[in-house]
Nanobody
Framework: VQLQASGGGLVQAGGPLRLSCAAS????????MGWFRQAPGKEREFVAA????????YYADSVKGRFTISRDNAKNTVYLQMNSLKPEDTAVYYC????????????????WGQGTLVTVSS
């Protein structure tokens, strides 16, 4: 599976931003998808995940209630809607794929996109 993340940019604190991740190469609906992020000097951390069908979603406590993960299997795309952004959300955001069952653990994912930078100014 090839993954291409997009939608990052500079946004003011409190504002929204939507990330997209387009997949190609395999049957997208066979894969659970996750979003992770990595801030400078920090380890990559889990943000959100969604099952292959979209029926189950998972969120890190730090983003729960502000971020929403969704997918459109007809478009081979997963989204991350980010609202009420905070400066501490500044990071490179990565999308990732694994077969079927979603996971919050980065080492469970087999395929990774190249990352898109989100910068939140205070």
């Amino acid at each position: 599976v090839q993954l291409q993340a997009s939608g990052g940019g500079l946004v003011q604190a409190g504002g929204p931003l939507r990330l997209s991740c387009a997949a190609s190469g395999r049957t997208f609906s066979n894969y659970a998808m996750g979003w992770f992020r990595q801030a400078p000097g920090k380890e990559r951390e889990f943000v959100a995940a969604i099952s292959w069908s979209g029926g189950s979603t998972y969120y890190a406590d730090s983003v729960k209630g502000r971020f929403t993960i969704s997918r459109d299997n007809a478009k081979n795309t997963v989204y991350l809607q980010m609202n009420s952004l905070k400066p501490e959300d500044t990071a490179v955001y990565y999308c990732a794929a694994k077969p079927w069952v979603a996971s919050t653990r980065r080492f469970d994912y087999d395929y990774w996109g190249q990352g898109t930078l989100v910068t939140v100014s205070s």
